[in-house]
């Protein structure tokens, strides 16, 4: 076996059995409290959140680019598919349960998607000159 993901256990290119990996930047401020603030509704142990500065990030998901990672929040199910940015997030609310996933179903309403995918983007892009020397690691406890 190659030296990588499955030498700890982990599958390669996607998230544990059963749950969803948000892989996000834990150096990020923003990022990190926007990712507490997503797994205070996370009422299960549906959510696996990998913060990218871990080196390990590399080996267990190996298509991914340093930078696409950088830019948005990734999604990966256990069956390696993915999601995006807002779409990430939408995802992430689907899986849970009562205002969660209520929250999710705005997606569904006409123009909405549209609207979280911009904002997204418009927020991401203000992270980094809110904060271009970064932080060190933000714990999710």
């Known amino acids: 076996m190659p030296y990588g993901a499955e030498s700890y256990g982990l ?13 996000f930047d834990g150096a990020c401020p923003r990022c990190c409290a926007s990712m507490k603030g997503l797994m205070a509704f996370a009422v299960s142990d549906r959510i696996e959140a990998i913060d990218l500065q871990d080196p390990d990030v590399v080996r267990r998901f190996p298509d991914f680019r340093p ?3 950088l830019r948005e929040v990734h999604a990966v ?4 598919r993915v999601w995006r940015g807002a779409d990430a997030i939408r995802e992430a609310l689907s899986r849970q349960s009562g205002l969660a996933r209520a929250i999710s179903w705005l997606w569904a309403v006409p123009g909405f998607e549209r609207l979280a995918g911009y ?3 418009r927020i991401a892009a203000a992270r980094r000159r809110d904060d271009p020397g970064g ?4 714990p999710l406890t």
């Open 119 to 121: 904002q997204y983007r």
């Open 77 to 80: 199910d256990d069956r390696g």
């Open 11 to 23: 599958p390669r290119g996607r998230a544990q059995a059963g749950k969803l990996a948000l892989i």
């Open 135 to 138: 932080h060190p690691h933000c």
């Open 67 to 69: 930078e696409d990672l």
